[in-house]
T-cell receptor, first 114, second 114 residues
Framework: AQSVSQHNHHVILSEAASLELGCNYS??????LFWYVQYPGQHLQLLLK??????LVKGIKGFEAEFIKSKFSFNLRKPSVQWSDTAEYFC????????????FGSGTKLNVKP | NAGVTQTPKFQVLKTGQSMTLQCAQD?????MYWYRQDPGMGLRLIYY???????DKGEVPNGYNVSRLNKREFSLRLESAAPSQTSVYFC?????????????FGNGTRLTVT
């Protein structure tokens, strides 16, 4: 089975600071990659996704992520965070030829101080 | 848009009791999923249904059963609840059931087993 690692369990930033959350996966084949966000008390929502093409993908609310195949990584970035970005962020991976199998990381809690 | 609706939102059970978690989606999605979310462990797939009439085990199926009642509804049953099943349960659906289709989540059911 795949494994998805998110290295930062809890990140605290001040508003306007830059954000980078790490995500690494173990599968060596073709993958689809996702970042989901869970705001306090809410369900998970899709932030962005990568299937193929340009390895730099842009999502909602100014987030972007870069797929580096050689490093098995899909890191999430945002140049300037806001208090409203306080949430838990999950990286997820699915195998291109084994659909219905989504593997999630353990999540990173982001607290943005106003 | 209702999206994915789960009931109940909260439930407390005693060890050995049974219950069914309900899930319905109104997006005409083919595939549906049940995940559990535990602190520090991310989301783990319990069962999924690739299409109406089919179900299959995920990572952590023991102690659970599912029913895909029709295209809209996918229920999760705990026959004899155990404290280890204390968790937050999320139902999700996806459009085509391929690895490229993102998951759409319900708001979750917080279950406590004493």
């Amino acid at each position: 089975a795949q494994s998805v690692s998110q290295h930062n369990h809890h990140v605290i930033l001040s508003e306007a600071a830059s954000l980078e959350l790490g995500c690494n996966y173990s599968y060596g084949g073709t993958v689809n990659l996702f970042w989901y966000v869970q705001y306090p008390g809410q369900h998970l929502q899709l932030l962005l996704k990568y299937f193929s093409g340009d390895p730099l993908v842009k999502g909602i609310k100014g987030f972007e992520a870069e797929f580096i195949k050689s490093k098995f990584s899909f890191n999430l970035r945002k140049p300037s965070v806001q208090w409203s970005d306080t949430a838990e962020y999950f990286c997820a991976v699915s195998e291109a030829y084994n659909f219905n199998k989504f593997y999630f990381g353990s999540g990173t809690k982001l607290n943005v101080k106003p | 848009n209702a999206g994915v609706t789960q009931t109940p939102k909260f439930q407390v059970l005693k060890t050995g009791q049974s219950m069914t978690l309900q899930c319905a989606q109104d997006m005409n999605h083919n595939s549906m999923y049940w995940y559990r979310q535990d602190p520090g462990m991310g989301l783990r797939l319990i069962y999924y249904s690739a299409s109406e009439g089919t179900t299959d085990k995920g990572e952590v199926p023991n102690g659970y059963n599912v029913s895909r009642l029709n295209k809209r509804e996918f229920s999760l049953r705990l026959e004899s609840a155990a404290p280890s099943q204390t968790s937050v349960y999320f139902c999700a659906s996806s459009e085509r059931g391929t690895s490229e289709s993102p998951l759409h989540f319900g708001n979750g059911t917080r279950l406590t087993v004493t």
